[in-house]
């Protein structure tokens, strides 16, 4: 009798030790459900496959992962250690994890869409996993195989979707299109936006907009936190998920960019008060998207920076003296826009104004060199520096049209 309430204390230590894990019966069929609803009171929980960091069992039919937050509130899931034998490319024939991101709650079926399959190693695998929704399910299978695969290790904690709110008005009758506007009141001039579902991946076949609409004498100013979209050839001419970028009110506009691939801070200027951007997403397996910042900002501003001051909370407009800073008047221009095209120093043919930076970036592709005629040039007492830079064995060839600078009369004594 003694020795039965020995076991009895055992059992009753080792289910408080898994106190967060609440064990159930399945909505899918023959499934083992594991479900973790809070971290009680810690930043993260932990989540492991069985018997992990020792190998797992062979044959294992289904063990469902199933992470439930309150209404409000998305999952993130961390892999810290990932072992899971691959036998083929796509992982379905052998052991596999599979994922369910795109849940209301925590129930699925054998008709539940899933999003992919992970398989391999740590590196073969996204590590940084959200759901769009309240609830997020894995769901693990093993082969009939043997082998010395441990399984894997992570973390999960709950977070508030409404930090990835996307600011403006939302276009009624729209899934995804906004609209902001510096004269609307209810539209703050600085903020941020998102590519649906934010940190999560975005829906297939989806076309979403952004119009910025500043008054007069302003202009837009965005910047791309970061852009996670296909992997693939650096070339956004044929990608099937783009974010493309018109200085104007429309897709008619003139473009300024392109984005396809991945990157971080990444700017943006509108040369007027209209900036347009369309993002568009028709590949079988979407990336994470993209968070961006915008200000609509005074032409009288030449330079920005998003680092905030403590008391104000709003950006900081910095000096020509601060060496970080950035202009309005900077231009990125791609061969993958146009192969030609035109630039001029602010308010041409007018004076540019005083304290002004502008940068001009050139960027080509492959074996493309960068080829520029100036047709018109005057400054006075300014010192400009134009940076080209080619790619492998590529030259810099600048003809010059038109030329005329006007000497100081030290100069003419010296001649």
């Known amino acids: 009798m003694q020795r039965d309430n020995v076991m009895e204390v055992n059992l009753f230590l080792f289910v408080l030790d898994l106190y967060f894990v609440i064990v159930g019966h399945a909505v899918h069929p023959g499934c083992e459900c594991l479900i973790y609803s809070t971290t009680h009171g810690k930043e993260k929980g932990v989540f492991n496959s069985p018997d992990f960091p020792k190998p797992y069992s062979p044959n294992i039919d289904c063990i469902l992962y199933t992470f439930v937050g309150k209404r409000n509130e998305i999952i993130q899931i961390e892999f810290v250690d990932f072992d899971v034998r691959k036998t083929h490319l796509d992982c379905l024939k052998g052991d596999y994890l599979k994922l369910f991101l795109h849940l209301d709650g925590g129930q699925v079926n054998e008709y539940t869409p899933w999003e992919t399959l992970l398989c391999g190693g ?10 769009s929704g309240p609830g997020l399910v894995l769901e693990f299978h093993s082969g009939v195989k043997t082998s010395n695969a441990t399984g894997f290790s992570g973390t999960f904690r ?7 709110k996307t600011g403006g008005q939302k276009v009624s009758g729209t899934v995804c299109d906004y609209q902001f506007s510096s004269v609307d009141y209810m539209v703050a001039y600085y903020g941020n936006f998102y590519s649906p579902r934010y940190p999560s991946s975005y829906p297939k076949n989806i076309k979403c907009s952004y119009h910025f609409k500043a008054r007069n004498r302003e202009r837009i100013h965005v910047l791309f936190e970061e852009v996670s979209l296909q992997k693939g050839d ?3 001419l044929n990608r099937a998920d783009i974010i493309r970028i018109y200085d104007g009110g429309a897709a008619t506009s003139p473009a300024i960019k392109f984005l396809c691939n991945e990157g ?8 007027g008060p209209n900036l347009f951007i369309e993002f568009v997403a028709n590949s079988d397996w979407p990336g994470q998207g993209f968070k961006a910042k915008y200000q609509f900002q005074s032409t009288d501003d030449n330079f920005i920076d998003y680092d905030r001051t403590e008391n104000s909370g ?8 601060v060496s970080e800073t950035r202009s309005s008047c900077d231009l990125v221009l791609s061969s993958d826009l ?9 308010n041409y043919p007018g004076p540019y104004p005083p304290r002004t930076t502008c940068r001009y970036e050139f960027e080509g592709r492959g074996r493309e060199r960068v ?3 100036f047709r018109d040039f005057f400054m006075r007492r300014t010192t400009c520096r134009y940076e080209f830079e080619g790619r492998g064995r590529e030259r810099v060839r600048i003809v010059f049209r038109d030329f005329f600078m006007r000497t100081s009369k030290q100069d003419e004594t010296k001649e």
Do not use: H, Q, W
């Open 314 to 321: 709003k950006p900081k407009i910095l000096g020509a003296n």
């Open 122 to 131: 740590l590196a073969d695998i996204p590590t940084v996993l959200y759901s």
């Open 371 to 373: 080829r520029i005629v």
């Open 158 to 164: 709950f977070m508030d979707r409404r930090l990835f």
């Open 338 to 346: 146009a192969k030609n095209g035109t630039i001029s120093s602010p």
């Open 234 to 236: 650096i070339s956004c």
């Open 264 to 271: 971080t801070e990444m700017e943006i200027f509108s040369t």
